[in-house]
């Protein structure tokens, strides 16, 4: 059963600063893993795929980057804004299809 | 080109009723899931369809609970006889299909149920 953990749970930061978010999770056989933002009371936007053949993934001002031997991934922001403020979900797919979700990390970023 | 459609967005139900939930994939996505979040919870899968046909029900609690994909119309998720603890939201994801789960989920907005 694939136990996903991400650390902080919740951070709180000045605009403009860079975002660090850490996801572990337990089982290394996994197929890719997705990065989400859920915002309160509304679903969940996808962000970032990283396919469990790569190292990193960027987007704009994101960028994933993926160890699946150590059962690692770790999600930068740059230049933190407002807007950025949300919960930021974690989820690696098995069986290719089957996501698993942490608890999120909650980022404040204050004006 | 609209997104998951998931309704209603909020349900309320008494306790022994029966609740259905109703998402229509993205324009070309055959492939649906179902996924349950628990109040301080993460999100748990449930249910993978594809058209006609139950993919995977693992995450499904063996009893009152159902899901279905027909040739024609939304996935339904259907409770019967709910209980206090059946209150959560209940998201639906969909994605095109394709090999080796290279297709990223995309999910609605979720259905809110509250049982009093």
């Known amino acids: 059963k694939q136990e996903v953990t991400q650390i902080p749970a919740a951070l709180s930061v000045p605009e403009g600063e860079n975002l660090v978010l850490n996801c572990s999770f337990t089982?290394?056989?996994?197929?890719?893993l997705q990065w989400f933002r859920q915002d309160p009371g509304k679903g969940l936007t996808s962000l970032l795929l990283?396919?469990?053949?790569?190292r990193e993934q960027t987007s704009g001002r994101l960028n994933a980057s993926l160890d699946k031997s150590s059962g690692r991934s770790t999600l930068y922001i740059a230049a933190s804004q407002p807007g950025d403020s949300a919960t930021y979900l974690c989820?690696?797919?098995?069986?290719?299809?089957?996501?698993?979700f942490g608890a999120g990390t909650t980022v404040t970023v204050r004006a | 080109n609209a997104g998951v459609m998931q309704n209603p967005r909020h349900l309320v139900r008494r306790r022994g009723q029966e609740a259905r939930l109703r998402c229509s994939p993205m324009?070309?996505?055959?492939?649906v899931y179902w996924y349950r979040q628990l109040p301080e919870e993460g999100l748990k899968f449930m249910v993978y369809?594809?058209?006609?046909?139950?993919?995977?029900e693992s995450g499904m609690p063996k009893e009152r609970f159902s899901a279905e994909f027909p040739k024609e119309g939304p996935s339904i998720l259907r409770i019967q006889q709910v209980v206090r603890g059946d209150s959560a939201a209940y998201f639906c994801?969909?994605?095109?299909?394709?090999?080796?789960?290279?297709?990223?989920?995309?999910f609605g907005d979720g259905t809110r149920l509250s049982i009093l």
């Open positions: 994801a969909s994605s095109p299909g394709g090999p080796f789960g290279n297709q990223p989920q995309h």
């Open positions: 089982d290394s056989a996994i197929y890719n």
């Open positions: 990283i396919q469990s053949s790569q």
């Open positions: 989820a690696p797919t098995e069986n290719d299809y089957k996501l698993s």
């Open positions: 324009k070309g996505h055959s492939h």
């Open positions: 369809l594809q058209k006609e046909n139950i993919i995977d």
